[in-house]
């Protein structure tokens, strides 16, 4: 049998950070995730790196915990990070005596809040509403890649030794006399089920942690909380811009690269599988962030998407936007179960906190003295600008920052020798992102690629202005070739799977130039490369039943 | 101001093939367009209807749909004119309406059309012993191995082989299968005789990216003669070559023709008049013109084309002419959950409804412009995509447009 010290479950930011953090201090770890990494809330969120700013008033504890870990993100995390710096604005519609209550509050928990005049906040950002804005602040907010910062945190904790299962669920728990002896697992593509043996489990399963917990017989007050974002096609602020009111829906603007991400709802789901989104979920976000933006709807939305914050529920707690962001470590000894333990709650800036909170305690049982050293070492060595000016020569410019932060230092040197050496592989897989074929056949080799969509998530294909469109055909047939040969050879499946990911977060932003970009999208697939099969579907005569209606009303008699 | 009979608005496949059909029947013709069509992005093959008799199959449509307003005659009509223009411009189809011809696609499935380009006939594909599917080295998009392993799942007993040539394509940038089609015209020989080293026999296929010039045959004919194995070329990702040599060839022979071409001619209104249409203005970069004829053919294309826009849920419009749109109502019927559904999408649905005579009507059935017809993508009432009848419905109801 398979056998470690500890077992995380659970390969979101918590997860990953307590793998990291447990390697590091020289604890034998292996992560087992049950699908591909980051597929929770570590990466259906708006990426802000939080300042604090927005839980000055209601939760100043979270505030603290945010600066501080906001200031160490920073240090360690320098590549995944866009010091983009926030901004808090009032609205006329806003309560005028909350805005003394917050400034009082970023003072007293350590946020540096710098009162600016309209003009000037106008100047930084120019789409702002003139008519509604009454005042506003600068925060160090900042925007975080939660992709690329999970990548980090697995390459830091493989080199301290630390292991890692995707597409592995756990299923079950051994064990004898109230003491965990191991955790039954099954792999999601071939069926196979086993058991690894450890002495400690951790269940950092987020939304899922409720479940995970049932497994073992106890009980874990976790709500998922269903949050929905959208994704618009351009840089629309310079800033983060958060509205200077109680923090509710669609009030925060967070900027990445060439997008802007607005968010988020709020909303309790009974599962944390549910990442559906609607038409009527973008509509009221549009409505709420048009208050600060009045001209949001002229921009084009590339996607919706949403993700489930895993609340923690004390029992008799509150729920939805009045739950506390602050998390919660449940020894589970507690509940007659020794080694199995729950970490829940927080958020995505607090993750390193949790993690180092939560191996302290297991350490301790592990009578391991070593200390936490999280918050000083860097998750990954930065590529050399030697390194990057030489890979200059080879591919646009514009991506080798990327493509040298995504793959860190020893893939990137490999991808650069290849395109130096293969001239061919330089070719782009993604125009939109500047992805090459380099780049995309590297990741399809990486043990945790079995699908086109985890080379996406690594890579970046098909995530930006033509949503797979052209990378689709062309990630199948590279990873048709490269890929794990057990899902790989059926490259019309995972290229049909891809553009249905794709699609999931298309169809509730079905309007404006998105339907254009859909119809070029079918247009390719179906009519140019007939994906769908002419025999299963052949279009009977009676398949378009439904007539359409014009906008006064009826179908036409 | 100019004066024709019939001004078309819309470079795409319907706008040709409409100012083909009037000028052809002795009208004075004004072509607008603005951009350039959805040619490039097509595979080149003209669908009628996913099914194995698609003239059967128009004929027992419901009363709502396109072809029902067109009407069979006009269909087989079109094709027939359709493949004359072609074949004068030196861009053979094949085909007829009551049949289907595969092509080879780019991932390796085969998709059935009506008319296809002779140069992408594979109807004989079934007969051959052996099959090369050939690669073009720094060629982008094009995957030989995905192509065979897809193809051997329609014909399993066949060989393939893969093979990839060099014909010094390598540049500073990447290569698609318009540049490498580009770069061949005129230069041909280097792939004759890199094909020729495969040593495919007489009883042997050749499948390649659709590399063979940008204009009619001239470089499939320059090729197909030293090679004893047929060729046959895929469809690609845009831009496609068999697209755009379709709007070459339908480019010169309106030119020919003594059609007016006023290109990037954005029509931003119409002069009306009651229920005629007089004229329509023009917006260019320097000022508004007006263009007046007798007829107006609309043939500005769907949601692709900017010829129907969306800005707000459940709104969409017509921009010159402000026609009534028809579109499913509600976020259920609006689109599927699936991309690649089994039934049609509702938004691609979305349209302008006509008479039989395809001028544009309002929910009460009553005509909005008399000498206005409507044509192509335009219309709704029907998915062109999923049914596979986006090509069949632009050359049909602009050829009966155009002979009103």
């Known amino acids: 049998m398979e056998k470690t010290t500890v077992v995380v479950i659970g ?41 604090g700013g927005r839980y000055a008033v209601k939760d100043q504890e979270a505030a603290r915990e945010c600066i501080i870990e906001n200031q160490i993100m920073r240090k360690i995390g320098k590549s995944c990070v866009e010091p983009c710096g926030g901004m808090f604005t009032r609205l006329d519609i806003d309560d005028e005596a909350y805005e003394e209550l917050w400034v009082k509050g970023c003072a007293d928990s350590g946020i540096e809040a710098t009162p600016i005049t309209l003009d000037e906040a106008f100047k930084l950002e120019p789409r702002l ?33 630390g292991q890692l299962k995707t597409y592995t669920e756990v299923i079950g728990f051994d064990t004898v006399n109230g003491e965990l002896r191991g955790v039954k697992v099954r792999n999601q593509f071939t069926g196979e089920e086993y058991e690894i043996g450890c002495d400690i489990a951790v269940n950092a399963a987020g939304g899922w942690a409720g479940f995970v917990g049932k497994l073992a017989g106890v009980e874990i007050g976790v709500q998922p909380d269903k949050g929905t974002l959208i994704a618009f096609n351009q840089r629309i602020v310079n800033h983060v811009v958060n509205r200077l009111h109680k923090s509710s829906d669609g009030d925060i603007f967070v900027p990445h690269g060439s997008i802007t991400i607005l968010g988020t709802s709020s909303m309790s789901v009974p599962d944390p599988e549910d990442t559906s989104t609607s038409r009527a979920e973008v509509e009221s976000l549009l409505k709420i962030g048009e208050e600060t933006f009045e001209d949001l709807r002229d921009f084009r939305i590339l996607r919706t998407f949403a993700g489930s914050r895993p609340l923690y529920i004390p029992p008799g707690g509150a729920v939805g936007r009045s739950a506390s962001r602050g998390f919660a470590i449940v020894d589970h000894e507690q509940d007659g179960l020794k080694g199995l333990f729950t970490i829940v709650g927080g958020k995505f800036t607090t993750y390193r906190l949790m993690a ?8 301790a049982k592990l009578n391991n003295t070593t200390p936490c050293r999280t918050a000083d070492e860097p998750l990954v060595e930065e590529v050399s600008d030697e390194d990057k000016n030489h890979a200059k020569k080879f591919f646009p410019s514009y991506g080798v920052n990327l493509a040298a932060t995504r793959l860190g230092v020893d893939r990137f040197k ?13 070719e782009l897989v993604c125009e939109c992102e500047n992805v090459t074929r380099a780049e995309v056949e590297e990741i399809c080799k990486d043990d945790t690629s079995f699908i086109v969509n985890d080379v996406r998530r690594r890579t970046r294909i ?20 490269m890929g794990v040969e057990s899902t790989a050879k059926d490259s019309l499946t995972r290229m049909k799977e891809f553009l249905q990911g794709r699609w999931k977060g298309i169809r509730p932003v ?19 490369m007939a994906v769908r099969s002419y025999n299963d579907t052949e279009s009977t005569p009676n398949s378009s039943l439904l007539i359409p209606n014009s906008k006064t009303g009826g179908a036409p008699q | 101001m100019k004066i024709s009979d019939v001004i078309v608005i819309g470079g ?54 396109p072809y029902k307003k067109i009407g069979l005659k006009a269909c087989d009509a079109a094709a027939k004119f359709f493949c004359d223009v072609t074949a004068k411009a030196d861009l053979p189809y094949n085909g007829r309406l009551s049949a289907q011809i595969p092509i080879v696609t780019a991932v390796g499935t085969l998709k059935y059309s009506c008319l296809v380009p002779e140069s992408m006939n594979a109807s004989n594909l079934a007969a051959k012993k052996k099959i090369f599917v050939v690669e073009i080295k720094g060629l982008k998009d094009f995957y030989a191995s995905m192509i065979a392993d897809n193809l ?48 495919a026999g007489n009883d042997d296929a050749i499948i390649i990216p659709p590399i063979l010039g940008l204009d009619g045959n001239t470089s499939r004919a320059a090729i197909k003669s030293q090679l004893r194995a047929e060729i046959f070329e895929t469809t690609c990702l845009p831009p496609s070559p068999p697209g755009i040599r379709l709007q070459r060839a339908f480019m010169n022979y309106l030119q020919k023709s003594g059609v007016r071409i006023f290109e990037n001619s954005k029509v931003i209104r119409g002069v009306i008049d009651g229920k005629k249409i007089t004229g329509v203005v023009v917006e260019n970069a320097v000022r508004e013109k007006i263009f007046r004829a007798r007829k107006i053919i609309l043939a500005t294309g769907g949601f692709y084309s900017g010829g129907i826009t969306m800005r707000d849920f459940d709104n969409p419009q017509e921009p010159i002419f402000d026609i009534p749109v028809f579109f499913p109502t509600g976020a259920e019927n609006w689109s599927n959950q699936q991309l690649f559904s089994d039934k049609p999408q509702g938004f691609s649905m979305t349209g302008i409804f006509t008479n039989e005579n395809l001028n544009p009507i309002d929910e009460r059935g009553e005509i909005l412009f008399e000498n206005l017809h409507v044509v192509g993508a335009n219309l709704g009432g029907c998915d062109k995509i999923f049914e596979r009848s986006a090509g069949g419905i632009a050359i049909s109801s602009a050829y009966k447009g155009a002979i009103l």
């Open chain 1, 129 to 161: 509403s003139r008519k509604h804005v009454k005042s506003a602040y600068l925060v160090p907010d900042a925007a975080v890649d939660g992709f690329r910062m999970s990548w980090q945190l697995i390459d830091s904790s493989k080199r301290y030794g």
């Open chain 1, 510 to 528: 079905l309007l404006g130039r998105t339907l254009r970009e859909t119809e070029m999208t079918r247009s390719i697939y179906e009519l140019s």
């Open chain 1, 414 to 426: 490999r991808v650069v020798e290849r395109l130096e050496s293969d001239p061919e592989s330089r």
């Open chain 1, 356 to 363: 180092e909170k939560m191996c302290n305690q297991i350490c």
């Open chain 1, 11 to 51: 390969g979101g930011a918590t997860g990953l950070g307590i793998l990291r953090d447990l390697s590091m201090r020289g604890v034998k770890a292996l992560l087992v995730e049950k699908n591909d990494l980051v597929n929770g809330a570590s990466s259906r969120y708006h990426g802000l790196l939080h300042s």
């Open chain 2, 152 to 199: 051997k799942k329609y014909f399993p007993d066949k060989t393939f082989s893969v093979a990839k040539l060099d014909l010094n394509l390598l540049g500073g940038r990447d290569i698609t299968c318009m540049d490498a089609a580009q770069n061949l015209t005129g230069n041909e020989q280097i792939l004759a005789d890199g094909l020729k080293t495969l040593d």
């Open chain 1, 462 to 481: 098909g995530m930006g202005t033509c949503q797979g469109n052209f990378c689709a055909l062309r990630a199948a047939a590279v990873f048709a070739d």
């Open chain 2, 12 to 65: 795409g496949l319907a706008g040709f093939m409409a100012a083909a059909v009037a000028v052809d029947r002795g009208q004075k013709v004004s072509l607008l367009t603005y951009g350039s069509g959805s040619l490039p992005l097509a595979s080149g093959a003209i669908d009628f209807f996913n099914a194995k008799a698609p003239d059967v199959a128009i004929k027992n449509l419901p009363a709502h749909h």
